[in-house]
């Protein structure tokens, strides 16, 4: 099956037409996706600029990180499941357009990143995550993190004013 084929199945199921006909029901799902991503964004500026040494440098990384990244997972799925759902709701447009293409290539870098970094420099967090400037590996991927956040956030944005509707022939 083509990924135009599997678009066009998502299009046409229950789901998808129920999102379409509904004058409310998108808003609302976009509004939870983006307060999601609000604050998905918003714990993870947090530990980023502690990995910077911009910030709460009187806490250690590892504290900072163990309070944040759960409101930083819980919100992931949430955006993550609403984001799906506004996908179904129209795929073909999203799929074929390109700051929608693009978001899904910074998230996987960001994911990339957040791999590198927490089965690399993070595992010896305890003997540097005290410093108030951590080592330039941890800099590194916090700066990564932030720019990779914001593009998806950036791009995200732009979705909206350029996502031509298609209806699959």
């Not at 939870?32 to 911009?54: E, F, M």
């Not at 250690?60 to 709701?89: C, D, H, N, Y």
Request: charged share 10%; hydrophobic share 55%.
């Amino acid at each position: 099956m083509s990924i135009d084929n599997l678009c066009k199945w998502l299009y046409d199921t229950t789901l998808a037409v129920t999102i379409r006909e509904n004058d409310s029901l998108f808003p609302w799902i976009e509004s939870a996706h983006v307060i999601a991503i609000a604050l998905v964004l918003g714990s993870i500026v947090l530990v980023d600029l502690r990995l910077l040494g911009w910030s709460s440098i009187e806490r250690s990384v590892k504290r900072v990180a163990e309070q944040t990244l759960p409101i930083t997972w819980m919100m992931f799925v949430v955006a993550a499941i609403s984001g799906v759902v506004l996908f179904i709701s129209n795929a073909l447009a999203y799929a074929n357009n390109f700051y929608f293409q693009a978001k899904l290539a910074l998230l996987v870098l960001a994911g990339l990143n957040m791999l590198i970094f927490q089965y690399g420099i993070y595992r010896s967090v305890d003997k540097w995550g005290q410093l108030p400037q951590p080592p330039t590996a941890a800099r590194v991927a916090g700066a990564l993190s932030l720019t990779f956040w914001i593009t998806v956030v950036i791009f995200g944005r732009w979705i909206g004013f350029t996502l031509v509707p298609t209806i699959p022939t």
